[in-house]
Each structure stands twice: as structure tokens, then as C-alpha cells.
């Protein structure tokens, strides 16, 4: 009933920059958190940035400063903007979304693959 769809990955050289976007569709009354994680070869799923519905946010120290994580309610849509990337923010990153609706619970995207040469 719900779906979380991101894009926006790609490869690109250090000091480069992306900006990747997820849109939740389908049945909800509304969404509460959304946020980025990623999963690097090798290692556990990490929090890379979260935002509520009122627009406070959390980083990862690995990431403050560099990436920006926004959102737009009226698109249902989360932004992760990732500038000055580095070759350790190579990744899968997966959106996740807290929704309500006739259940409350977490959904996960399918993943969107973020390379970063040196």
C-alpha cells in the first residue's frame, strides 16, 4: 500500500556532489520521521540523517556539515543533498519512512547506489 521510491545515485569523484530524493506514494495519513541510511560493503546499515515532520534534523558525525537532509510534506518527499562526498560515503543508502495510516510502522526503499572515486 505504500511505497518509497528514491533516486539520484550515481557515480561521481571526491569533492563531488548529489542529491538524492525519496517520494512516499500510496494509503497513509501521514508521515512522521523520514530518513537516510546507507550500508556500505562490509558493514552495518548506518543513520545518516534524519528529519521530522516539524523540520528538526539529525546527522551522523561522519556526515554533519557536508550533507543536508531536507523535506517537502506537500510531495511527500525527503531529500538527502551530499556535497564534498568522499570515497568512505560509498554506499547503498536507503530511504526510511515512519508512516501512519491504518497501521503506523516503518517502510524501506529499495536502495540507491552512491559510488564515490578517488
Known amino acids: 500500500q505504500v511505497q518509497l521510491v528514491e533516486s539520484g545515485g550515481g557515480l561521481v569523484q571526491a569533492g563531488g556532489s548529489l542529491r538524492l530524493s525519496c517520494a512516499a506514494s500510496?494509503?497513509?495519513?501521514?508521515?512522521?520521521?523520514m530518513a537516510w541510511y546507507r550500508q556500505a560493503p562490509g558493514k552495518q546499515r548506518e543513520l545518516v540523517a534524519a528529519?521530522?515532520?516539524?523540520?528538526?534534523?539529525n546527522y551522523a558525525s561522519s556526515v554533519k556539515g557536508r550533507f543536508t537532509i531536507s523535506r517537502d510534506n506537500a510531495k511527500n518527499t525527503v531529500y538527502l543533498q551530499m556535497n564534498s562526498l568522499k570515497p568512505e560515503d560509498t554506499a547503498v543508502y536507503y530511504c526510511?519512512?515512519?508512516?501512519?495510516?491504518?497501521?503506523?510502522?516503518?517502510?524501506w526503499g529499495q536502495g540507491t547506489q552512491v559510488t564515490v572515486s578517488s
Open positions: 526510511n519512512a515512519d508512516i501512519s495510516g491504518y497501521f503506523r510502522r516503518d517502510y
Open positions: 500510496g494509503s497513509f495519513t501521514s508521515i512522521n520521521a
Open positions: 528529519v521530522l515532520r516539524g523540520g528538526s534534523t
